[in-house]
């Protein structure tokens, strides 16, 4: 089992050329290096993001597995038909972003439908092993396991391909799913009225508020030099798996020595991707007269606010608070329309690293490069979110009320300053769908190339989108779970049916 990146790394450099030696002795001899097993690793349609599905395909391939990597945006049909092609042992799906939840489900059906009788694995940042047990499981009749990271691909793999293991790992696994299964059915959040949540709603002031030095949309291309100080490393190493803050995780007991090693070589990387300037970032924002219209938001075209250039549809937080504390919605940070002394605004972006990340990391797995393809992805990511930031410390500047900010970098990562920047997708907005809006609002294919996939997943993958709110107030919350009424508020609101709000918004239901 490989369990840290400097191990990978090892692997990756030194166990391949071996099996490669193996297999040419054994064709000398008349014989074949037959696999453990073959697994086929895809990130569902509709999603990009493929880091972990990476690590888990270089790990099992060092562990002498046949891996079939599809890639990102599979569709179902195509997963199934090439498992039947390649007489696949074992099924492994990958998604980032919470509709993909949806779409392995539907991989599940379609499994079952079908009659496959081979192993599916889960994995992924939104899924979890109770949403695998409660969500998926059900669907399938053949062991489905969630798999929380790459370490534990090759245990479970084995296990599940093993003669004599198998029947008694899949029998615990059956237990404990079905004790996850039981306990989710007895939980059930306490969530008040709509009404109820509104009426709870933070008294917040709307008095003194900023004025921006302009409004509507500008584009930015800074230098990657100007990006790299603003770069948090710390989730660079959760990437690979270890666990800890940079830098201490430089100095950590256990681990210290490989996040060390691997810090370097990200940042042997890093140089030659900012001398050569391989990536091409480039960015659109813009700064809009808006208010509050009940738990929406109204962006205008004109200062007089004439014209509705676009709404963005808020969720508000159901759930009971016994303590005293609102209940919270973003549109509560913006003042309400015709009720307020000061005129009000919102801002929105979205930034990437370039498309030439997904490039790069192609032309190092062409060269069978497996670390350095991941590196770079990785890389990617921390410069997308690197740009976010110094976006957000350039916005707040001309939004009005960040120019007297002298913010360390360490302060900046913590957050110490004024206004939040939530994204479509997360706990505060956790529906996907208002990208559609922020996309259409500041046009942001055209001008960044950064396209939405049919799950409202953005491409290319190392890029970063949200709103700018500026209330003193704001924070980060998470909206939690809905009861109908506010999902069929949502629907209404929308435009859509109710149908389509509980597809688009299926892991926050509450009923």
Not at 53 to 64: E, S, T, W
Not at 88 to 100: F, R
Not at 111 to 132: D, N, V, W, Y
């Amino acid at each position: 089992m490989v369990k840290s990146a400097r191990v990978m790394k090892k692997a990756v450099a030194y166990l391949t050329p071996f099996m490669e030696e193996e297999k040419k002795l054994a064709a000398a001899a008349g014989q074949a290096v037959k696999p453990q097993g073959r697994i086929i690793l895809a990130t569902v349609k509709g999603d990009v993001h493929d880091i972990g599905k990476n690590i888990v395909g270089v790990v099992l391939a060092c562990n002498n597995f046949e891996v079939v990597d599809m890639g990102v945006m599979v569709p179902c049909e195509k997963i199934l038909e090439k498992a039947r092609e390649i007489g696949a042992d074992i099924i492994g799906l990958s998604g980032l972003i919470t509709p993909s939840l949806d779409e392995m489900s539907h991989v599940a059906k379609e499994m079952e439908r079908q009659g496959f009788k081979l192993p599916l694995l889960i994995g992924g940042a939104t899924t979890s092993k109770a949403h695998t047990a409660v969500k998926i499981a059900p669907h399938y009749s053949q062991p489905v396991v969630h798999v929380l990271d790459a370490s534990r691909a090759v245990p479970v793999t084995t296990s599940l391909l093993s003669t004599d293991g198998r029947e008694a790992f899949v029998r615990r696994h059956q237990e404990e799913y079905d004790k996850l299964r039981a306990r989710h059915s007895g939980e059930k959040a306490e969530l008040i009225s709509l009404d109820a949540a509104r009426a709870n709603a933070p008294q917040l002031r709307h008095e003194d508020l900023p004025t921006p030095e302009f409004t509507g949309i500008a584009q930015t291309s800074p230098s990657l030099e100007e990006l790299v100080p603003y770069i948090d490393w710390s989730p660079f190493f959760h990437t690979w798996e270890l666990r800890g803050v940079y830098p201490a995780i430089l100095d950590h007991e256990k681990h210290g020595e490989q996040a060390r090693h691997l810090f370097a070589d990200a940042q042997k990387l890093l140089e030659r991707v900012v001398g050569e300037k391989l990536l091409t970032p480039r960015a659109v924002y813009g700064i809009f007269p808006a208010n509050r219209v009940g738990d929406s938001v109204e962006v205008y075209e004109d200062k007089e606010r004439s014209k509705v250039a676009a709404t963005f549809h808020f969720l508000r937080q159901q759930a009971a608070k016994n303590n005293g504390s609102p209940n919270w919605c973003l549109a509560d940070l913006i003042a309400p329309r015709d009720a307020s002394p000061t005129p009000d605004y919102l801002g929105a972006f979205a930034c990437t690293a370039g498309a030439e990340v997904k490039e790069l990391a192609d032309k190092f797995k062409a060269a069978h490069d497996d670390y350095n393809a991941i590196m770079v992805e990785a890389i990617g990511d921390r410069l997308a979110e690197a740009f976010a930031e110094w976006l957000h410390q350039q916005v707040r500047r001309e939004f009005g009320y960040g120019r007297g900010e002298r913010l360390s970098a360490e302060q900046l990562i913590r957050e110490e300053y004024r206004g939040i920047r939530p994204a479509p997708g997360y706990p505060a907005c956790p529906d996907h769908t208002e990208k559609a809006t922020l996309w259409e609002l500041l046009n942001v294919e055209e001008l960044t190339g950064i396209k939405l996939t049919e799950s409202y997943a953005m491409w290319p993958g190392s890029s970063v989108s949200g709103l700018y709110f500026a209330h003193p107030d704001s924070k980060y919350f998470a909206v939690g779970k809905l009861g109908r009424d506010q999902v069929e508020d949502h629907a209404r609101r929308k435009g859509i049916t109710v149908a389509e709000s509980e597809r688009w918004l299926g892991p926050w239901l509450g009923y």
